[in-house]
């Protein structure tokens, strides 16, 4: 059942109605809420970032649309800033996200600690500027060094078609930052896993379309044939957006995986709206599972600066079980005060099953978010 009621909203409402307070004493007399990030410009992910299918490094249009448009202001002179190129042939990116993380659990302890979230140094290589690319994702903390992505990337002429070859994070539904979101999580398409192979793209003025075909091993040993196959297309227009993508991973003793995600975003009464739906089937030689993920998320961005996000997801990890939906709803308050610098706060708050406290907890944070 999509979108049931669950215990979690009594719990929310009150954290819904002290923000609302707060955004409201903040208001100026007349507000323009403009459209968030991609849906906000109409833009493809590609117009600020490296990876024409998102995420990563910014390229230097996206690291000017974020000084100054996304940040409340600036501290440095346009002629100050840097905006990671060191020459026509070399730059640089990065970002650090250290946290605050609260955890309620039932039954068990609470528990508050500071996290290094990620660390994380991307390098741009432009051979042949416009045409030849070596891009380098690493990851330096916590824990140790991991490289997620490192591969070439070969544009046509005109920019419209490219092949990427190497490592990467495969491209399926909506490409979100959070990787504990239910369709990034469940699906397993998130910035933890990337995977070896080819990707072919088209990219046309309301079209963006890839075609990958990888190992399936999540960047570890391939030990078979089998190979992973995936497809993403999304029609871009000014005030809206719809994709469609899958994926099949031909795994090892017949253990199949089988993605399917229909995909949104749009602009109605004043947010922008984000909207998934995946199908998964997981195959083996005994059994079949197929589970269902949704996702909605409505953003305002009601000062320059200020963004305040509210979203809901709804598990059901196995459609032949009846009463064993899972939902997480977040409320999170995301301000950039200058240039490079974002601070996030939110709650989380997950419903499940009554037998099982991990399902029923409530999670805070606190994040300061720096990149370039």
């Known amino acids: 059942m999509l979108f049931r009621i669950n215990n979690s909203w009594p719990r ?35 117009a600020c970032h490296v990876n024409p299918t998102g995420g990563g490094k910014r390229n230097e249009f996206g690291n000017i649309y974020a000084r100054n448009t996304l940040a ?61 690319t070596f891009y380098f994702d690493q990851r330096i903390a916590p824990g140790s060094a991991l490289n997620r992505e490192a591969y070439a990337l070969l544009w046509t002429k005109e920019q419209q078609a490219y092949l990427k070859a190497g490592r990467f994070f495969l491209a399926s539904g909506t490409r979100l930052e959070d990787d504990g979101a239910l369709i ?17 793209g088209l990219e046309l003025p309301n079209w963006s379309t890839s075609l990958s075909i990888s190992n399936g091993t999540n960047g570890g ?32 003793n017949n253990a199949d995986r089988t993605v399917a995600s229909l995909f949104t975003g749009f602009r109605l009464w004043g947010l922008d709206w984000l909207g998934e ?20 998320e409505a953003n305002l961005e009601y000062l320059k600066g200020h963004n305040l996000k509210l979203s809901f997801e709804q598990l059901d990890p196995d459609t032949d079980v009846d009463e064993d939906e899972q939902t997480r709803t977040s409320l999170v308050w995301e301000y950039v005060p200058f240039e490079y610098t974002q601070v996030r706060a939110g709650v989380r708050l997950y419903d499940g099953i009554p037998q099982n406290d991990q399902q029923n907890r409530d999670e805070y944070f606190l994040q300061l978010h720096n990149f370039f």
């Not at 739906?277 to 909605?296: A, G, N, P, Q």
């Open 72 to 132: 409340a202001r600036k501290l440095l002179k346009d002629e100050e800033a840097w905006y990671g190129r060191l020459n026509n042939y070399l730059s640089f990116g990065g970002d650090l996200r250290t946290n605050l993380d609260s955890e309620r659990v039932p039954n068990q302890q609470n528990r508050t600690e500071f996290n290094l979230d990620e660390t994380l140094l991307y390098m741009e290589a432009n051979i042949i500027p416009g045409r030849a």
């Open 221 to 252: 040993s391939e030990t078979n044939n089998g190979k992973q196959i995936g497809v993403r297309a999304e029609y871009i227009q000014p005030n809206w957006r719809l994709g469609v993508s899958g994926n099949h991973n031909d795994g090892d």
């Open 12 to 46: 929310l409402a009150g954290v819904m109605l002290w923000s609302v307070a707060v955004v409201v004493m903040m208001l100026p007399a007349i507000v323009k809420a403009e459209p968030y990030l991609a849906v906000r410009t109409g833009q493809k992910c590609m």
């Open 184 to 200: 990034r999580e469940i699906s397993g398409f998130n910035f933890n896993n990337s995977d070896t192979g080819v990707e072919a």
């Open 277 to 296: 739906l995946d199908t998964i089937e997981d195959k083996s030689t005994s059994t079949t599972i197929h589970r269902e993920v949704y996702y909605l």
